[in-house]
């Protein structure tokens, strides 16, 4: 059984240590400022309660439009079903709070992730060319999507 919750500055230490292993992490400090911007939504995906976190999304909302800025899974944890997980129900809450638009950036070599936000309703809108620059990961491509929540949509 899944259970995804928000996650707080007690859950940093864990938190950062599963963003670390994503190309392009966010460190400890970034990813406590984000907790303080209002607006932001954080949640974590554990196997059953109280369990070792197996992966984290964050995001922000402005007004009736939200962007998903982080969605990392332990490694040892991915192609489980649970960034699929931990992005249903993210979308779902943004839809339930009269969310109307939810914007992300993927790096183009990402073809996992490009595969399950299609699946989910999002669609491509735009290109950053050389956007990604991480030493480990190389140069990449940022692919902007968005999915726009039909009027009364409550799951994604």
């Not at 554990?46 to 999304?57: D, Q, W």
């Not at 129900?89 to 992300?104: D, P, V």
């Not at 940022?142 to 039909?150: D, L, Q, V």
């Amino acid at each position: 059984m899944l259970v995804i919750g928000p996650w707080g500055v007690d859950d940093l230490p864990v938190v950062a240590a599963i963003e670390a292993t994503a190309p392009g992490a966010w460190n400890a400090a970034q990813l406590a400022a984000e907790l303080a911007r209002p607006g932001g939504f954080q949640w974590l995906i554990r196997a059953r309660e109280n369990s070792p976190a197996l992966g984290l999304l964050c995001g922000r909302t402005v007004l009736d439009e939200a962007e998903i800025f982080r969605l990392t899974i332990a490694p040892t944890h991915r192609r489980q079903g649970l960034a699929s997980a931990l992005l249903v129900h993210a979308l779902a809450r943004l839809a339930g709070q009269g969310i109307r638009t939810c914007h992300l950036e993927v790096r183009a070599a990402n073809q996992a992730a490009i595969a399950l936000y299609r699946q989910l309703g999002f669609n491509e809108q735009g290109r950053r060319p050389g956007y990604y620059t991480d030493p480990a990961a190389g140069v990449d491509d940022a692919i902007i999507m968005s999915k726009t929540f039909a009027t009364g949509e409550q799951a994604a």
